[in-house]
DNA sequence: CAGTGGTCTAGACCACACT
DNA sequence: GTGTGGTCTAGACCACTGC
């Protein structure tokens, strides 16, 4: 539980205890190896999506490191948004559930001037199968070519207009028995579910964006015409590890809503 | 040149010396304060873009509080990208030049299995010249309407392909003098010749994307048809105190180029 | 009130870059 | 070697939460 030579906690000298890092080939600091414990026990499930994990004190009598060790290592959790800090009550498993901003992948917003989002996405969901994954879906997914993948086709309404339409592909082995009826009526972000249901939380995201034109199907699922320019969004979603789990395409219109980024 | 109640350096108790922090009332931690006035030298130009500011020990000094309290507050600079931190040398004011990333505000790629991207980019101005401001230009911008501002639209090539058409809009006030040629002619980022031409670095930006379809003029200048989609990025930048600076809009060609994002 | 995270300090040592 | 940022520790106090 320790990390490499243990730091002696009862050290005598005023100075440093006992080095707990190896010398210059492949240094790595003290913090950044109990953040990597810390990450270990949160793939493990040892806490959960929600919940508190022990104090700061805790965890450096557990590595028997100090406090201040311990914290930097959960201030660069905290800002890689694998946990919530809250002043006078604890540490938290970050959530894609009850979290601040709801959707927190999902970057298309109305245009002002435009009414009210009316709330919440209607979802529809057109497809959900298993079929055997060709190279173009396997490969970002580290599968192998044949692999089994569940595919989702849905559509997300916004006021009442269909604005999103994506194809969504996961690996089959981790997802046995997920439904379309979940897929339909669980009430809150799909990660969410997918966190709740199946254990894989979804901690990162890359997305390719393109403004293409629909073929006929999907010109006519969205209500446009095939000219109309819309914004093709190819995300790939990783849990820990840096694991890809979730490959996903969205045609976004966006006659009244944008995609927006901030840079920095 | 101290913080609110003047922490003693030499506090004789062996507890943290006079407390630096008003009362509960809109409470703020000491490194902030030291942080904002760190922020009001750079605002003020006494360390310019790419100069070194002075070490940990010395700010500690002048503001009368330790070094640990500094070194938070530039930790802080240091993530939001306004200085870079070197270890053995020193830390610098940040820069659009000679940083590690080329053109840090572009997020267009080329996509994989095209050639390479042939290095820089050709600069092709079209128009430059003042005008009024309309409401559309003034109001993003902060300025009145029927202020001077100043007006630049380019073409981007990459690889012989013009790819990206740009209309750019700056305060006339703040940049007097700006000729095509500069805009032409320096070499490096735009942003990088604003900043030593001007002395005005941006620092942050944000992004409205769009699919949409060129105009004729629009679609002969990226030799494209009009029914081709593009992506439509329109871009407000800030400089220190998120005051705007700049408002651009461009025109990308997406058929072998990708915007990229990265979510968490 | 006790317990948690947040702030601040002070001092020692490590890794890196110049000279 | 000297000076810089980077790491680690230890202890005290502050601010927030909930019993």
């Given at each position: 539980?320790?990390?490499?030579?243990?730091?002696?906690?009862?050290a005598?000298?005023t100075?440093?205890?006992?080095?707990?890092?190896?010398?210059?080939?492949?240094?790595?600091?003290?913090?950044?190896?109990?953040?990597?414990?810390?990450?270990?026990?949160?793939?493990?499930?040892?806490?959960?999506?929600?919940?508190?994990?022990?104090?700061?004190?805790?965890?450096?009598?557990?590595?028997?490191?100090?406090?201040?060790?311990?914290?930097?290592?959960?201030?660069?959790?905290?800002?890689?948004?694998l946990?919530?800090?809250?002043?006078?009550?604890?540490?938290?498993?970050?959530?894609?559930?009850?979290?601040?901003?709801?959707?927190?992948?999902?970057?298309?917003?109305?245009?002002?001037?435009?009414?009210?989002?009316?709330?919440?996405?209607?979802?529809?969901v057109?497809?959900?199968?298993?079929?055997?994954?060709?190279?173009?879906?396997?490969?970002?997914?580290?599968?192998?070519?044949?692999?089994?993948?569940?595919?989702?086709?849905?559509?997300?309404?916004?006021?009442?207009?269909?604005?999103?339409?994506?194809d969504?592909?996961?690996?089959?082995?981790?997802?046995?028995?997920?439904?379309?009826?979940?897929?339909?009526?669980?009430?809150?972000?799909?990660?969410?579910?997918?966190?709740?249901?199946?254990?894989?939380?979804?901690?990162?995201?890359?997305?390719?964006?393109?403004?293409?034109?629909?073929?006929?199907?999907?010109?006519?699922?969205?209500?446009?015409?095939?000219?109309?320019?819309?914004?093709?969004?190819?995300?790939?979603?990783?849990t820990?590890?840096?694991?890809?789990?979730e490959?996903?395409?969205?045609?976004?219109?966006?006659?009244?809503?944008?995609?927006?980024?901030?840079?920095?």
């Open positions: 539980m320790s990390v490499q030579a243990t730091p002696l906690a009862e005598t000298t100075t440093r205890p006992e080095a707990a890092v190896l010398q210059t080939p492949a240094f790595s600091p003290l913090y950044q190896q109990i953040k990597g414990l810390i990450l270990q026990s949160l793939q493990a499930g040892e806490w959960k999506p929600g919940e508190l994990i022990p104090s700061e004190m805790e965890l450096a009598l557990r590595y028997k490191v100090s406090q201040g060790t311990v914290r930097k290592a959960i201030d660069e959790l905290a800002a890689d948004n946990v919530n800090r809250r002043q006078g009550k604890g540490t938290f498993v970050a959530t894609h559930s009850e979290q601040q901003v709801q959707y927190r992948f999902l970057q298309l917003h109305p245009d002002v001037g435009q009414q009210q989002d009316e709330g919440r996405a209607q979802r529809h057109l497809a959900c199968r298993r079929l055997r994954a060709t190279a173009q879906i396997s490969r970002p997914l580290g599968l192998r070519s044949g692999e089994s993948v569940l595919h989702v086709r849905r559509i997300l309404t916004f006021a009442g207009t269909p604005t999103i339409l994506e969504i592909w996961l690996p089959g082995q981790a997802f046995k028995g997920l439904t379309a009826e979940q897929m339909m009526h669980y009430p809150g972000p799909t990660y969410a579910m997918l966190e709740m249901e199946f254990g894989i939380r979804m901690v990162r995201a890359e997305e390719k964006l393109r403004a293409v034109t629909p073929d006929a199907q999907q010109a006519e699922l969205l209500h446009v015409d095939t000219c109309t320019p819309l914004l093709s969004v190819e995300r790939l979603s990783y820990y590890n840096d694991q890809p789990m490959l996903r395409r969205g045609l976004y219109r966006t006659d009244s809503h944008h995609y927006r980024n901030s840079l920095s």
